[in-house]
């Protein structure tokens, strides 16, 4: 048993250090700017204190108190870089899920399914690509591991539990893994559930107080498509049932299939390989529940499992969290392997015993023909019954093994793409050319529905600034319009203050009113630019002449103005030249 475990052990730190020989192959892709669905994270992150709390309830989703105290210290410790807050999730995170997964699978499987679990969810180009941006769900699937650890830990029993509650301070969902597991305490024994007790409080305190606090984003429509919300009994059952073969079709089983800004696997987009590789996964589900129910500490993975999936599913009724087979619970992802893994190992021990036995009987009745003239001569009749038990198992098994192949065959795809640009990856870029052009007493207008967390991180935190030393334009000097040419706009003073009646750029220039020899910046988002040339028509008329125009690719166009001069027609024709045409969509 000590060889077995220092062998793993072994094997769990050279799968480790694949993961880190990943990443410095990615490293390109890691020192890339920050992208949009990365860019207000450390903005909300690094708020200052007396701002950080109403800010928070505005944020575009959720997070941990946790996953955010680890961003801020990454940008205090080691600067506000693209790379430094991504260093921690793919050097760390991304060599303890692989590590993690093996050891949790050998718990439950042999050695070789241990090794195709792992390489399944820790080397899935979906899992690598998120785990090299800063984004939580590679720590959301590490902190399922652990707390599925802690709690089938012998000994210390409310230690283990009291950690394991506080280990749902890094990550959102992991109270999905551990009410089943309480639930499970309590009907298991009660008078022990008692231990149970500091971790469900201090879950509830988290998500009461801090998570709260940011549901505002209930309202968004970004994620109908995965909420049960509104659909009714006949649609909500059809929403389960096309989410649960998404769910079983993806390689690995659970990964994220419907984000556009991912690369997914190899096999991803194939109608027939997906079937038979779901239609595998299933069968290989349906084994390895069967499998580790009758297990020590297996039943255990399985109520954690069905327990955080039906937890979801309810919230996804409410529109608190998406069910199904999205990005949001890749937390999932390795419960759902190891499942897979120990049915898939539980068949190949079927199909060996099975030649095993047709070997041995023949050999049996062999002797027994010699001895008594053949009169016991049975074996054969069972030949083509077992010829096909096995022909089943080795096909079950060729798509179950299949599965890592096709989740670390995409790793070429992310290699080649390492350098490409992605949706709004220019607004530090954006941001620093603003500070080169403003003067003390200009107006900015930065208009867009997704732009505001973005200029804020860029123009307050970020330190990839090449170098510049031009001054940081004061948010107070800042005008957020969410629409360009109509909608509502947000002044942007230190707290958020002065709601604008429209996005009309002009009034809200008027309603500034630069100073004499002062001027204005306006910046634009891309996906939102439909409206930038009648707004520039409008400043023309109120005297305001473009005098440069900087576009950035994916990301949107920087206008200078100032004062027309006497002899300029106030009613001149403006056409700006605009280059991001790119739907918000695009991939990278």
């Known amino acids: 048993m000590a060889e077995r475990h220092r062998r793993d052990v072994v094997l769990a730190g050279m799968l480790a250090g694949v993961m880190v020989g990943v990443d410095v192959a990615l490293h ?6 920050l992208w949009y669905d990365e860019l207000w994270r450390p903005h909300f992150a690094g708020e200052p204190s007396g701002t950080f709390w109403s800010e928070l309830q505005v944020a575009n989703a959720p997070s941990s108190l946790g996953a955010i105290a680890l961003t801020r210290l990454a940008g205090e410790v080691l600067g506000w870089h693209s790379w430094s807050l991504r260093l921690v999730g793919a050097t760390l995170w991304l060599p303890v899920l692989a590590a993690g997964t093996y050891l949790t699978s050998r718990r439950f499987t042999g050695m070789v399914a241990a090794l195709g679990a792992a390489v399944a969810v820790a080397g899935s180009v979906t899992v690598v690509d998120s785990g090299t941006q800063l984004k939580p769900y590679v720590l959301d699937a590490v902190v399922t591991l652990a707390v599925l ?71 968004s429509h970004f994620w109908d498509d995965q909420f049960l919300a509104g659909r009714g009994v006949v649609g909500g059952l059809r929403f389960v049932a096309d989410q649960v073969l998404a769910t079983l079709g993806g390689t690995p089983p659970g990964i994220d299939r419907y984000d556009p800004n ?33 297990r020590p500490g297996g039943a255990t993975l399985l109520g954690a499992l069905g327990g955080a999936e039906l937890l979801v599913l309810a919230a996804s009724g409410a529109r608190y969290w998406p069910f199904g087979a999205c990005r949001t619970n890749l937390f999932l992802v390795p419960l759902l392997v190891i499942v897979a893994a120990a049915g898939a190992d539980e068949l190949l021990a079927t199909a060996r015993r099975i030649v095993t036995d047709r070997h041995d009987g023949l050999d049996r009745h062999d002797g027994l023909d010699r001895q008594h003239g053949g009169a016991a001569r049975i074996g054969p009749r069972a030949l083509p019954v077992r010829a096909a038990m096995v022909a089943a198992i080795v096909v079950c098994l060729a798509g179950v093994v299949a599965t890592p192949v096709s989740a670390a065959g995409g790793l070429g795809r992310l290699w080649r793409e390492r350098g490409a640009v992605r949706p709004i990856d220019a607004m530090v870029a954006v941001t620093v050319a603003a500070r080169a052009q403003y003067r003390p007493g200009d ?24 170098g510049t030393r031009a001054q940081r334009v004061p948010r107070s000097a800042t005008i957020f319009l969410t629409t360009i040419g109509g909608g509502t706009g947000t002044g942007g003073t230190a707290s958020r203050a002065g709601v604008l009646g429209s996005g009309d750029v002009a009034a809200a220039v008027r309603g500034r009113r630069p100073p004499s020899g002062g001027g204005v910046l306006v910046f634009v988002l891309a996906y939102d630019r439909r409206g930038v040339p009648a707004a520039l028509a409008q400043l023309r008329r109120d005297g305001w002449c473009t005098t440069s125009s900087q576009a950035f690719e994916l990301t949107g166009t920087l206008y200078g103005l100032r004062r027309c001069p006497a002899t300029a027609r106030a009613d001149a024709p403006h056409r700006p030249v605009e280059r991001d045409s790119w739907p918000i969509h695009a991939r990278r």
């Open 28 to 33: 390109t892709r890691i020192g890339r700017p």
């Open 262 to 294: 991912l690369v997914h696997s190899l096999f991803e987009g194939h109608r027939v390989a997906t079937t038979v590789l779901g239609a595998a996964t299933t069968a290989a589900v349906l084994v390895g529940v069967r499998v580790l129910w009758r």
């Open 443 to 466: 107006t900015v207008i930065v208009g867009g529905r997704l732009a505001r967390a973005g200029w804020l991180y860029g123009m307050e935190l970020s330190d990839d600034t090449r």
């Open 149 to 219: 650890a802690l709690w089938t830990a012998s000994g210390h029993r409310l230690r283990n539990r009291t950690l394991a509650g506080a280990l749902t301070l890094l990550s959102l969902p992991a109270v999905f893994v551990l009410l089943p597991l309480v639930v499970r305490d309590v009907r298991r024994e009660r008078g022990g559930a008692w231990r149970s007790s500091p971790a469900l409080v201090i879950a509830a305190i988290h998500v009461k107080l801090f998570v709260g606090h940011q549901s505002g984003q209930r309202v």
